[in-house]
Each structure stands twice: as structure tokens, then as C-alpha cells.
């Protein structure tokens, strides 16, 4: 097969460089079917990357405006991407198509009825009315966006969870093929990465660094869990337009020893050892389509402190490797960590749990439920 893959970001590397879940989906999906077919990504193109590139055999084409990355905004270098990708997309010899995030959808859109080719779309989350409210004003572009999807019929829409496929359903997007495929992790990966524990307890969070992630309630815990456990560490690991006022938090809370920002981390292997070396993983977002960090804090056998939300609660099955707390709880968040932290039985419990339902999720299989899929689709449109 010939597979086109839109995604307004992607590696530049096999070393992973990446900032969020739709991007590390483009990028295993690419690298495991590139084994048996023809696979090209047509990404964004940011400063120092080059425009025609192979990665591990996935060409990737390079587009627009050079810019920085950037999850809001820069609408002239982000439109000109769209307008540059479908320019290119038309001339090649896909046998299918497949958007991976909102950015992409028209590209695949225009480009799949150019060709006369089957079109597909990976939604990782539905925020049809919520765009401003998630990420400001500039979310209008967004909600634009969205509603174009929305107004499109896809021969098929895979949802990153049956939550997120659910939602989909309920706000009418059209397609008569919504089905779930889970994102995955790279099992070997992890388990083959041997590090050392950090001398003294340890919280890690993987995430970029925007209002609905509620970072600000995470640093608010720590200050919880600092008067019983006083030198608790907190690594923040990513990057976003809430980091000035994150790193402001931490100095109103007098955290500065107890709170470390290390931005974007470019090696992906060195992001897996600072999650190894912690003792406990945090998500206390209140907006998920999937919850993918959990997956991967599993993968790195570390427990899990989680908001109780519906994907969260899905992918993890109610919570098995980890903890769940209520969202935007700062003390039941304290709390589920401190419970972590001391009780070495329920630590040993959920680690024990959390290893063997991480199985389920191996990137292989997934990437495998994508080519059966993307088979079946190009032989009913050569049939048609």
C-alpha cells in the first residue's frame, strides 16, 4: 500500500522528538507500517528541519512557513502549511490518506477527493464549543476548523478511545465507520532502559504546559505534601504558554526548592528515564482524549496518580497501575500521592497490575488493527 500520513508535526529523528500524543501516534503507526508498504508524511516545517527527509524509510515532506512549534496561534505560518500540504498531497500516488490531528483534516479532506481515494481521520478529542474556553481566544481558528471536519463525510473516522468515539457520535460527525483504535507504547523500549532512582521522592509529570493540563493544581498538591514530606520533588517535563505563570506559582508557594522545570526534553529516551527514575507519575488534567502518559508511566513501571475522568478511567480500566483522584482536588490529589509514596504494598500492587495491563496496549498492535483497516478500505474502492 501507498499511505500518505498528515500530521502538522513529526520527528526529526528515530530519537523521538516529540511534544504530544498525536504526533507519537503518526510516528510509531509510520514506523511500523513502513515495514511492509509505502509510507510518506507530509508535516510542518519548523526552524532547523529539513524539507525532504527519511526517517527509518517514511519519507516525509517538510512544508510552509518555517516556524517554531507552537500549539495556538502563528495562523499565517499554520495556514500556509494547509494551502502548501494539499499542494503537494495532490501529487503523489497515495492509495489512501489519514489526518492525525485538527490541522491536518482538510489537508487529507482535499487531497483524498483529489485522488479519489479512501480518506481517514485519527481524532484523539472532540471540542467542538470549547475551543476558546481550552486554549483562549485564538481557539476560534480551531472551532472553525473542527466544524469543517465535522461537516465532511469520511469513508472512515478511527477515535483514540470509545469515549472519544462516543462524543464523535454525539455531536454528528458523519462517517459510516467510527470505530476505536487505542494509541499504544513501545514495550521493549521501556523495559530495555535501566536507570537508578532519584535519592528522594520523587513526582513526575509529562505534559504540555496549557490551563486544562492543571499543572497549577499539581504544584498546589505539592505544597500539601511538602508539610508532611519535606523534600519531595516535583520534575515538570514539556512546555507551553503557562509556564510563567506556573514557575510564578512555585515562587508564591516558596517551592523553589522543591520544583524543577526542565522544558522540552529533545530525546525521547532521556524523557523515559527521568519517568523511570521517579517514584510517581501525575496527570492531573481535566481534559483528555486518550490520557496516553499514563499508558507510557505503566510502560516505565511506575504507579500513576490520575484525575478520575471518562478516558482516563477507560484506558486504565478503572484505574489498574495507578490511582485515581477527583479532578481539580487538590488535597485528594496530595493525598493519593502520599499514599503512593508510603505504603510500599499498594506501591508493589498497582506496579504489579499496571505491567500487565500495559500488554494490551503495544504499539504493534495497534499499528496492525490501522493496516487491516487501511487494506480493507482501498480493496472496497478498487472493487466500487
Not at 461537516?151 to 470505530?179: C, H, P, V
Request: contains cysteine.
Amino acid at each position: 500500500m501507498k499511505i500518505g500520513i498528515i500530521s502538522e508535526y513529526f520527528p526529526k529523528s528515530k530519537n523521538l522528538e516529540i511534544r504530544g500524543g498525536a504526533e507519537a501516534r503518526a510516528f510509531h503507526i509510520a514506523k511500523i507500517l513502513v515495514k511492509n508498504n509505502e509510507v510518506t508524511v507530509i508535516t510542518s516545517r519548523e526552524d532547523g528541519r529539513k524539507i525532504n527527509d527519511e526517517i527509518l524509510g517514511i519519507k516525509v515532506f517538510r512544508v510552509g512557513k518555517s516556524r517554531k512549534y507552537t500549539q495556538a496561534g502563528s495562523f499565517i505560518e499554520r495556514f500556509t502549511f494547509i494551502k502548501d500540504a494539499i499542494k503537494i498531497g495532490k501529487k503523489q500516488d497515495f492509495d489512501i490518506i489519514e489526518g492525525t490531528n485538527f490541522l491536518s483534516y482538510p489537508v487529507a479532506w482535499k487531497v483524498g477527493e483529489y485522488l479519489a481515494i479512501p480518506k481517514v481521520i485519527t481524532y484523539h478529542d472532540v471540542w467542538i464549543g470549547k475551543w476558546i474556553k481550552n486554549i483562549g481566544i485564538t481557539g476560534i481558528f480551531g472551532e472553525i476548523l473542527e466544524r469543517y471536519t465535522r461537516s465532511k463525510k469520511w469513508n472512515t473516522i478511527i477515535a483514540n478511545s470509545n469515549y472519544t468515539q462516543e462524543t464523535l457520535r454525539a455531536f454528528g460527525f458523519m462517517s459510516d465507520n467510527i470505530i476505536t483504535i487505542h494509541n499504544g507504547v513501545d514495550l521493549e523500549k521501556y523495559r530495555n532502559i535501566k536507570v537508578e532512582k532519584f535519592e528522594e521522592p520523587t513526582i513526575c509529570t509529562i505534559s504540555r504546559l496549557v490551563k486544562y493540563k492543571k499543572i497549577d493544581d499539581l504544584i498546589k498538591a505539592v505544597s500539601i505534601i511538602q508539610k508532611d514530606i519535606s523534600n519531595i520533588k516535583l520534575k515538570i517535563i514539556g512546555t507551553g504558554p503557562e509556564e510563567v505563570n506556573l514557575k510564578k506559582l512555585v515562587n508564591k508557594l516558596n517551592l523553589r526548592a522543591n520544583v524543577e522545570f526542565f522544558g522540552f526534553i529533545e530525546n525521547h529516551d532521556d524523557v523515559i528515564r527521568q519517568l523511570k527514575a521517579s517514584d510517581v507519575f501525575a496527570l492531573p488534567s481535566i481534559v483528555e482524549g486518550f490520557g496516553m502518559v499514563v499508558i507510557e508511566a505503566m510502560a516505565a513501571g511506575i504507579p500513576y496518580v490520575a484525575s478520575d475522568i471518562p478516558p482516563i478511567r477507560e484506558v486504565t480500566s478503572k484505574g489498574i497501575g495507578g490511582l485515581l483522584f477527583e479532578p481539580t482536588n487538590c488535597e485528594d490529589l496530595a493525598l493519593k500521592v502520599k499514599m503512593l509514596l508510603k505504603d510500599e504494598s499498594l506501591r508493589a500492587k498497582v506496579v504489579k497490575d499496571g505491567n500487565k495491563h500495559v500488554e494490551n496496549y503495544e504499539w504493534t498492535k495497534m499499528a496492525r488493527e490501522v493496516e487491516k483497516l487501511y487494506d480493507k478500505l482501498i480493496n472496497q474502492e478498487v472493487l466500487e
